[in-house]
Each structure stands twice: as C-alpha cells, then as structure tokens.
C-alpha cells in the first residue's frame, strides 16, 4: 500500500506565497507521474499542475506562471511552489500519483486520474 500526505498549507495573505509538499511512503512504480489538484468549496476539483514520468510539466492556466511543481525521488516528495497568491487560490490542495498520465489538458483532469494514489488534502487560505 501507498501512503500519499500532502502539508504546507497554511492561512495567508494576498501576494504571499507557499509550498505544498506530497509525501509518499515509497514510489509505487519506477517513474511516476505526480498532480496537484484543488477543490474550493461548491466548486469542482481541478487541475493545477503535472509533472511527468519525463520530467515535462503543465500547468493549469490560471497558475500564470505563480506556480512551479518539482519532485525529489530521493526525498520520496513532490512540490508545489506558489508564489502572489490571490483569493481565488484558496482551496483544498491534493496530491496523486500515478505510473502513467496524459499529456496537456487531459493530464489536468481529475478524471484522468481515476487510478492513482491520493492523498487526504492540504487547506490553503488566502486573505486579504
């Protein structure tokens, strides 16, 4: 079994940044591809960024260049960096993984993700 925990969420003011962390208790294959997803409140969980069993990456449009993901294989952990936060960035932040994802648009889908390991959710809040 896969245990996925995502931390470093926290209350924030506008234009302040984080950085969320996905922790696995080991990789679940040899490469891996890792997502963040967001769900705000009434809302639909959506896709912020990937990175790729290559290493490529893709983000979100919204994430307008504020947001980088990385991974440390070493570290068994994935990144999110989010930097000038706004309100609309706060939400319930959740990490996959997975062994295999779709490039561009579909990889952003929740739905793409159906197999993967997920983990419990990190709240981010931004105020102003």
């Known amino acids: 079994q896969v245990q996925v925990v995502e931390s470093g969420g926290d209350s924030v003011q506008v234009g302040g940044s984080l950085r969320l962390s996905c922790t696995v208790s080991?990789?679940?294959?040899?490469?891996?591809?890792v997502a963040w997803f967001r769900q705000a409140p009434q809302q639909e969980r959506e896709g912020v960024a990937v990175?790729?069993?290559?290493?490529?990456?893709n983000y979100a449009d919204f994430t307008g260049g504020r947001f980088t993901i990385s991974r440390d294989f070493s570290e068994r952990t994935a990144y999110l960096e989010m930097n000038n936060l706004s309100l609309d960035d706060t939400a319930m932040y959740y990490c996959?993984?997975?062994?295999?994802?779709?490039?561009?648009?579909?990889?952003?889908?929740?739905?793409?993700?159906?197999?993967?390991?997920w983990g419990q959710g990190t709240q981010v809040t931004v105020s102003s």
């Open positions: 080991r990789w679940p294959y040899d490469s891996v591809c």
């Open positions: 996959a993984v997975d062994g295999a994802c779709y490039s561009g648009s579909l990889g952003l889908k929740p739905t793409s993700w159906g197999g993967a390991y």
């Open positions: 990175i790729e069993r290559n290493g490529n990456t």
